[in-house]
Nanobody
Framework: QVQLVESGGGLVQPGGSLRLSCAAS????????VGWFRQAPGKDREGVSC????????YYADSVKGRFTISRDNAKSTVYLQIDSLKPEDTAVYSC???????????????????WGQGTQVTVSS
């Protein structure tokens, strides 16, 4: 069993930055990929970024390219999501998700992932 715990959310002004963390425990060394998703009130869950831990490749939704950066710290079993130039439309609950199965997959599709964290709220407002 893999456990994921997100942290780093909060209230930030437009133009500000946040770094979200996703700490993995359990069989974290077996993970193939970790994705970040967000869901705003009344909207569908959206995949914003993913890191393929085996291939060391990163992926971003067009809506966040250039502002979001995903990275990892193997020693800490943690994946980060750096969010810069925050906009009010970035307000959402951000969750990380982990995938075990290797091979091609649709990183932005939530059903491709096996484990989920509880989420962390990001609110962008002046």
């Amino acid at each position: 069993q893999v456990q994921l715990v997100e942290s780093g959310g909060g209230l930030v002004q437009p133009g500000g930055s946040l770094r979200l963390s996703c700490a993995a425990s359990g069989f974290s060394s077996d993970l193939y990929a970790v994705g970040w998703f967000r869901q705003a009130p009344g909207k569908d869950r959206e995949g914003v970024s993913c890191i393929n831990l085996a291939l060391d490749k990163t992926y971003y939704a067009d809506s966040v390219k250039g502002r979001f950066t995903i990275s990892r710290d193997n020693a800490k079993s943690t994946v980060y999501l750096q969010i810069d130039s925050l906009k009010p439309e970035d307000t959402a609950v951000y969750s990380c998700a982990a995938r075990l199965k290797a091979g091609p997959f649709l990183w932005g599709l939530h059903i491709e992932y096996d484990y989920w964290g509880q989420g962390t709220q990001v609110t962008v407002s002046s």
